[in-house]
C-alpha cells in the first residue's frame, strides 16, 4: 500500500510539474499556442508578406478545424510593419508583451528582424522561417533561430556565376537599398564576381520609395555593365527591367534574389519582366502545378480563399507546416526548450516547396539549395541548380 502510494504521489508531483512549467512557457497555455508575425502587409514588400500569411493561416485554420496540436489550437497573431522600422519595434513590442507570444513565424525584412532579436533573444523567443534570407539570421546566439533556405549571399553569388558563364559577362554591377539585405546581396555579388574571374564593376543606392531609375541605369551603361544584381523591392525590381528595356538595354542582364522571386513579377502584361533573372531556394509552384503536392496545395488554398496561390503562399503554408511538425515533436508538456530540440530533429522532404529540409543541433537552416530561374512568356522557368 505504502509504495502505491508512493508511486501515486510521485506521479502527482510530475503532472504538478509539467503543469507549472507550461503555465511558466510564455504563450502556452492548456488549448492554445500564441505564434506572432511581424510582417509588411502594405509596404514595399506587401507582395511577398501578404501571400505568405494567408498561406500560413489556410494550414494552421485545417489543423485547428482537425483539433489542433496536443489539444491546443494555434493562434496566429500579425502585426504590420509597412517595411518600416519603427512600426516593426511597434509590432514586436506588442506581439511579446500584450499577445505574451510563445514563437514568431515568417517576419519580414533583414532589418526588422534584426531589430526584433535584441527583444526576443533575452526571452528565448524561437524565431522560425524568416521572411528574409540574410546570412544575419544565424548569427549568435543561433539557439532560438531557424531558417529554411539558402542566404541572399548565396543566391546572387551563384547566379552571377552562371551568367557570366551563360552570357560571357566582364562586368557585375548592383542596384541596391542600403540596408543589411542590399548590403548582403552587393557582398554576394562581388564574390560571384571574384569566384567567375570578372570585374565588380559599379554600385548604386536607392531609396525605398525610388521610382525613377533612368539616371542610375545610364551610369551602369557607362560602367558597361553586362549583369545587375538588385536589391530592390518588388515593384523597383519591376520597374527597373521595364525601364532598362525602353533605354534599349537589351544586353543587360538583371538577376534578383529569392525576394524578387514572385508569381506577381513573372505575371507583369506586356512581358516587360521577360529576361529577368531569379536565384531563389525554392521551385516555382506554377512550373509544377501538375506535380501531387504542389496540385493539392492549389486546390485546397483556391477553396480556402477564392483565390489563386502565389509563390509566397506556398511558402506561409510550408513554413506553418514546419512549425506544426515541430509542435508535434515537442509533445504535450510545450516549452522553448521541448521546442528548439524538436525543431532539430526535423528530416522531411517537402515536395510542395521542392526541397529536403533537415535540421540538426549545429545546423539551424533547412535547406542550402539555389536555384536560378528566368521569366519567360509570364512564367518563371528553372535553367540551374545548385
Not at 532589418?111 to 522561417?129: E, Q, R, S, Y
Not at 539585405?181 to 564593376?201: H, N, R
Not at 515533436?329 to 530533429?345: C, H, K, R, V, W
Request: aromatic share 10%.
Amino acid at each position: 500500500m505504502r509504495n502505491v502510494i508512493t508511486r501515486l504521489a510521485a506521479a502527482t508531483a510530475l503532472t504538478a510539474a509539467a503543469s507549472f512549467a507550461s503555465a511558466q512557457t510564455q504563450g502556452v497555455t492548456d488549448d492554445e499556442v500564441v505564434i506572432g508575425s511581424v510582417n509588411d502587409l502594405s509596404g514595399i514588400f506587401a507582395a511577398v508578406g501578404v501571400p505568405a500569411i494567408k498561406g500560413a493561416n489556410v494550414y494552421f485554420d485545417r489543423v485547428n478545424a482537425e483539433g489542433g496540436v496536443h489539444g491546443r489550437q494555434i493562434r496566429y497573431v500579425v502585426e504590420d510593419n509597412g517595411y518600416q522600422m519603427p512600426r516593426a519595434m511597434q509590432g514586436y513590442n506588442k506581439l511579446l508583451n500584450r499577445d505574451k507570444v510563445f514563437a514568431m513565424l515568417q517576419s519580414l525584412g533583414t532589418p526588422m528582424n534584426l531589430a526584433g532579436f535584441k527583444l526576443l533573444d533575452p526571452k528565448g523567443i524561437p524565431n522560425v522561417a524568416p521572411l528574409t534570407a540574410a546570412r544575419q539570421m544565424l548569427q549568435d546566439p543561433m539557439d532560438n533561430k531557424f531558417t529554411s533556405f539558402s542566404t541572399y549571399f548565396d543566391q546572387s553569388r551563384v547566379g552571377v556565376k552562371y551568367l557570366a558563364e551563360q552570357f560571357g559577362a566582364q562586368n557585375v554591377c548592383t542596384m541596391y537599398l542600403p540596408t543589411d539585405f542590399g548590403e548582403e546581396i552587393l557582398e554576394g555579388s562581388k564574390a560571384g564576381a571574384e569566384e567567375a574571374g570578372i570585374t565588380f564593376a559599379a554600385e548604386t543606392t536607392h531609396k525605398p520609395d525610388e521610382a525613377d531609375f533612368v539616371g542610375s541605369l545610364s551610369k551602369l551603361k557607362e560602367e558597361g555593365c553586362d549583369i545587375v544584381t538588385i536589391a530592390l523591392g518588388v515593384r523597383q525590381a519591376i520597374t527597373v527591367v521595364g525601364t532598362a528595356k525602353k533605354m534599349g538595354l537589351e544586353d543587360m542582364k538583371f538577376l534578383g534574389t529569392s525576394a524578387s522571386f514572385l508569381t506577381v513579377v513573372a505575371q507583369v502584361p506586356g512581358g516587360v519582366t521577360d529576361g529577368f533573372y531569379a536565384a531563389a531556394s525554392w521551385q516555382d509552384l506554377w512550373a509544377r502545378a501538375d506535380e501531387p503536392a504542389p496540385a493539392a496545395f492549389i486546390e485546397e488554398y483556391k477553396a480556402a480563399t477564392g483565390e489563386d496561390p502565389v509563390g509566397f503562399a506556398m511558402l506561409g503554408y510550408a513554413a506553418a507546416d514546419m512549425m506544426v511538425r515541430a509542435l508535434e515533436a515537442a509533445g504535450p508538456d510545450l516549452t522553448q526548450e521541448s521546442f528548439i530540440a524538436a525543431m532539430e530533429t526535423l528530416d522531411y522532404q517537402d515536395d510542395l516547396v521542392g526541397n529536403h529540409m533537415t535540421f540538426g543541433p549545429e545546423d539551424h537552416q533547412g535547406a542550402d539549395s539555389v536555384y536560378v530561374n528566368v521569366v519567360e512568356n509570364g512564367a518563371w522557368k528553372m535553367v540551374y541548380e545548385e
